[in-house]
């Protein structure tokens, strides 16, 4: 039950929150290493964003322990806060004010120093991070929902948080900005940045995330690297103009042929691909079969799992 890539950043066990006769999260033990990029998986209304709001101390367990960056939650909060960037639940802003004079607002709150000219960079520098360099100074009533999206990213930035917990961040984004979150995340990663987030979209999980929870009805149903669930399954998928030499060749290890496309059992590719050359027949394209994400989760939730979305074409 260890975390991924490092030492533990987030540690839940037995986490339980129950909303009168509604068991919103139920008995979760939650892992997740310094470095990871960790997707909770979930449809609407199975407990994610109950679960980070009780990591936040914005609500409180009704069983069970939390340790966030080694300190026990809600106890140590104020600890924790200032090392956290937190979107949950929507951006939260000034209607009246800039998004600009929102930031300004929200680091004068915050633990960041500094002159007035440190903070400005400050404000000035999330913003750029977050594709609001160039906004003017509308009112953020006036601002589109995925400009608000984006102002809320901005504003869980501001103080290079050692963690990064986004619920459902890519809400009200079109496609290029969906992509723009996903470039900015993989890059506060990989300067250090561990980063928690909340979907009910599989494919944004499966495209972004080294880790993956999948909540069902407040349980925790699976937990694991990335790595793992893209595990090969023991087969080639072949592409070759001599599709019925090749399947002449291998003998009955060929359990599907499309045209031109095989699907062939071997446990290496290289290898494969070695002895088919060296048969005379030529190849396309060779690689392992991998495991999915989705399939993994449709084995899991069985009859519930239509109810997770696929992404939005060309996101
Ligand atoms: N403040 C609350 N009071 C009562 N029930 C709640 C409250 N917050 C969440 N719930 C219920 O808890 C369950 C999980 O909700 P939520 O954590 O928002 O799930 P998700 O973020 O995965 O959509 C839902 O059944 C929801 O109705
Ligand atoms: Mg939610």
Redo the contacts with the bound molecule.
Sequence with gaps: MSGGGGGPIVVTRGLTKQ??R?V??RDVDLDVGAGDRYGLL??????????VRMLLGLVFATSGRIEVMGRPIPRRTGEVLPLVGAMVEGPGAYGHLSGRANLALLDASGPGRGSRRTRRRRVDEALERVGLGGVDDRPVKAYSLGMRQRLGLAAALLHAPRLLIL?EPTNGLDPRGIREVRDLLRALNEDGTTILL?S?LLGEVEELCTRVGV?DR?RLVLQRDMADVRAPTGRVEVRTPDAARVVALLDGRVEHRDGDRLLVRAADAAELNARLVAGGLRVTEIRPQRHTLEEVVLSLTGASADRFDRPAEGA
Excluded: E, R
């Design positions: 909303y009168g509604v919103a999260v979930g449809p609407n209304g199975s407990g994610k964003t109950t679960l619920d909340c009910h909540m407040g």
